[in-house]
């Protein structure tokens, strides 16, 4: 058909992509992250692609491989911790200031962490950043990609809630959303200095994934969706 209309096979494709309704883009991402979480992020591109066929889906190879990596659903290789944080980026990475500071009071240590939640059709990312000291969440965010804005909007409205002093020390993972230029642009912002745990160390932002895995646990309602329970 491409030969004869004299249209290249790439430029039809990126036509139909464009035309393609969102809602049967939703219905492909859905999908995806089912049978991604459903085999703990062991299925490549191609695997995924093939299971998509298999239950009537037509789409082609490289699309999926594009979703997975902008939904950062690749396959997770398996090692002796397992590493569920994006780090390989060229963003700078911070020292880690927060494993020598000994909290006094409340805004001097923030820690920020992402999880999932799994819902009954798909599931949602949430980010959350907590006040060491008080041991509150102060800032949250729910979003159905791993884009950096979840994270941002979860600081901004930590930000809003606490109006914090310049020096707060933020501490999260090494995870391509906290290293963001849009990320640390906010913390310049409000004069927060940045801190990163070291790779395969989740120790020391432990509080902050206790807490997001307590909450993937033990919530059963997000916007009118049952989740499905899950021990973290």
Known sequence: MCVAAAVSRAGYYRQWEEREPEEAEMAVRAEMQKIVLAHR????????????????????????????????????????????????????????????MTVTGINQLWVADITYIRLRREFVFLSVV????SRKVIGWALDQ??????????????I????????VVH???????YAS???????????MTASMS????????????????????????????RLEYRTP
């Open 160 to 167: 809003a809630e606490r109006q914090p002093p310049p020096g």
């Open 41 to 100: 992020r062991r299925y490549g591109y191609r695997r995924v692609t093939a299971e998509l066929h298999r239950q009537g889906m037509k789409v082609n190879h490289k699309r999926v491989l594009r979703i997975m990596r902008s939904d950062n659903l690749l396959a997770v290789r398996r090692r002796k911790y397992l590493l569920t944080t994006d780090s390989r980026h060229d963003y700078q990475v911070a020292m880690n200031l927060a494993r020598r």
């Open 171 to 177: 501490h999260s993972d090494q995870g391509i959303q």
């Open 181 to 191: 230029e849009e990320y640390r642009a906010l913390l310049r912002l409000h004069v």
């Open 145 to 158: 990609s791993l884009a950096a804005r979840v994270a941002v909007t979860a600081l901004e409205r930590a």
């Open 198 to 225: 070291r790779p395969a160390n989740p120790y020391d932002k432990a509080y902050a994934s206790h807490c997001t895995s307590s909450v993937r646990a033990a919530t059963t309602c997000v916007a009118g969706n």
């Open 130 to 133: 907590i006040d060491r000291y």
